[in-house]
């Protein structure tokens, strides 16, 4: 390992949070542009769950699941704002683990980085599995777990080419998923004027009718909420990426700009067509609500055709975990708090090992899914249930530190800049306390589950974290860091 790599240096809630002092992520590859850092936000915010979960939600709230996603969406926005403004005052392959620690310590990166690290493993075998089951449907004399095994080896392969590789790769597999999100818009929008041939235009009928807009009331909302919020998961991917594009800050910038309104567009706008044009309590809809709309609209094929376009969203959802699953603990390692192995780096400027690291948890826990889907994966999976609201928290934390930090030492550094500060930032907080309090006392029972085996893991994590840092005070370990660490003007911090 050359010497670049072995330098590590610790952050302490005194230091820059804008500082690059200490960072290995000049030893990334830059070749992300700012095209790409769109899409990888866009592409990680439409995945499977839209496809195949919003059924669910209508199912749950009738008609009313419109006001969930808005809610759920305003919420994915207001997290990105605030990952925008940190994001593009301090670029980092950590990202948000960067900024707790910025803002807390380094228990809060170290807990924050292993906690998005655990999920995003785990997350990638379920969509590993889940195409996997596509393509034996398509070819069913191939065994199952021999398409999970050829998809981990292709996308770990593709990973540890180049960040090029990664982003154009990415770029095309998101780009199938908005283009088949754009045409669906344009053509249930056709459909619901009545512009389609044999399509009479619905008016309000299916909003109003089988009991009402509201027909299992707020509890439906609610409910409703729990099951849609989680599928925004990875939108912010992108801002772990932003330390590897050629214009870090400006491209960050640009990023969380454009895909706010596209977000909202895009999960309201193609939710807002369904109920429109299909009954809500149809089986179509709990079954597969985008194939039941196109096929009322007359489109040939539909099975087939959104069974591509899972399969593509999966691969690409699994693509950009590993990505983000890599990098988080390659930024893990290089601020100590990881193994140090992890920091080797190609000439081309990826982490190999930590690729490498992330992928074989991920071909893990695929044997798992095939060998103990109940026994063993059921309870991982579970395991990760309400981990991004813990993560989402730590964001929202983090920026309520961090903005004051910067207003006073460095206010050139905010290019962007979080709405109504603090306001919006302390209603965010509230709104994620107020869903984990709905898991807590809500209907159902798995969401209970979930947070009970969340927390466990969040427990055990931040234990070792608190235990390590610690043991570094105990060692003079912070106080060499703090002695290293930068200020905004980039002089000396003093202690």
Do not use: C
């Not at 940190?86 to 924050?112: L, Q």
């Not at 190609?346 to 889907?373: I, M």
């Not at 306390?433 to 709905?438: E, M, N, Q, R, T």
């Amino acid at each position: 390992m050359s010497s670049r790599n072995t330098s590590v240096k610790a952050h302490t809630p005194g230091a820059d949070p804008g500082s690059s002092a200490g960072s290995g992520d000049e030893h990334l590859g830059h070749g992300l542009k700012p095209r790409h850092l769109t899409m990888l936000a866009l592409g990680g915010a439409i995945g499977a769950g839209l496809f195949v979960g919003t059924g669910q939600g209508i199912r749950t709230a009738g008609p009313a699941i419109l006001i969930s996603y808005a809610l759920a969406s305003l919420l994915v926005v207001m997290i990105m704002r605030m990952l925008g403004e940190m994001s593009a005052a301090s670029p980092r392959s950590g990202s948000f683990s960067v900024y707790a620690e910025r803002a807390f310590g380094r228990w809060a990166g170290f807990t924050v980085g292993w906690l998005y690290w655990w999920m995003l493993t785990i997350v990638l075998a379920v969509e590993s599995a889940g195409a996997a089951t596509i393509a034996h449907g398509w070819w069913p004399d191939v065994p199952q777990w021999a398409f999970a095994l050829a998809i981990m080896v292709f996308f770990t392969g593709a990973n540890l080419l180049s960040v090029k590789v990664f982003g154009e790769s990415e770029f095309w597999f998101a780009g199938v998923k908005i283009f088949a999100i754009v045409a669906f818009l344009v053509l249930g929008t056709l459909a619901i004027f009545g512009w389609l041939p044999d399509n009479d235009a619905p008016g309000l009928a299916n909003l109003t009718g089988q009991g009402g807009f509201l027909p299992n009331g707020w509890t439906g909302v609610v409910t409703g909420l729990l099951a849609v919020v989680f599928a925004f998961g990875g939108v912010e991917v992108a801002t772990i990426a932003a330390a590897e594009s050629d214009n870090p800050a400006q491209s960050v910038a640009r990023a969380v700009r454009t895909i706010v309104w596209r977000i909202l567009l895009f999960y309201i706008g193609s939710v807002l067509v369904i109920v429109t044009l299909l009954p809500w309590d149809s089986d179509a809809v709990g079954s597969g609500p985008y194939a039941a709309v196109l096929d009322r609209i007359g489109i040939p094929g539909t099975a087939v055709l959104m069974d591509i376009i899972v399969f593509v969203a999966l691969l690409s959802a699994l693509n950009t975990m590993l990505y983000g699953a890599s990098r988080m603990v390659y930024s893990l390692a290089e601020r100590g708090e990881g193994p140090r192995a992890l920091l080797a780096v190609s000439p081309g400027g990826v982490p190999r090992k930590a690729v490498l690291a992330s992928s074989a948890f991920g071909f893990v826990a695929v044997l798992l899914n095939v060998w103990w889907p109940e026994q063993v994966f059921k309870h991982m999976l579970n395991s990760v249930g309400a981990m991004l609201l813990f993560v989402w928290f730590a964001v929202a934390a983090s920026q309520l530190v961090l903005r004051k930090r910067y207003e006073r030492e460095a206010p050139e550094k905010l290019v962007v800049r979080m709405w109504l500060y603090p306001y919006l930032t302390w209603a965010s907080l509230a709104a994620m306390i107020a869903v984990l309090l709905l898991m807590i006392f809500g209907e159902s029972d798995d969401a209970r589950t979930q947070l009970a085996s969340s927390t466990a893991v969040v427990v055990v994590i931040l234990a070792i974290g608190l235990i390590r840092e610690r043991r570094g005070r105990r060692g003079g370990h912070d106080g060499r860091a703090r002695g290293a660490a930068n200020s905004v003007g980039g002089g000396p911090h003093g202690e």
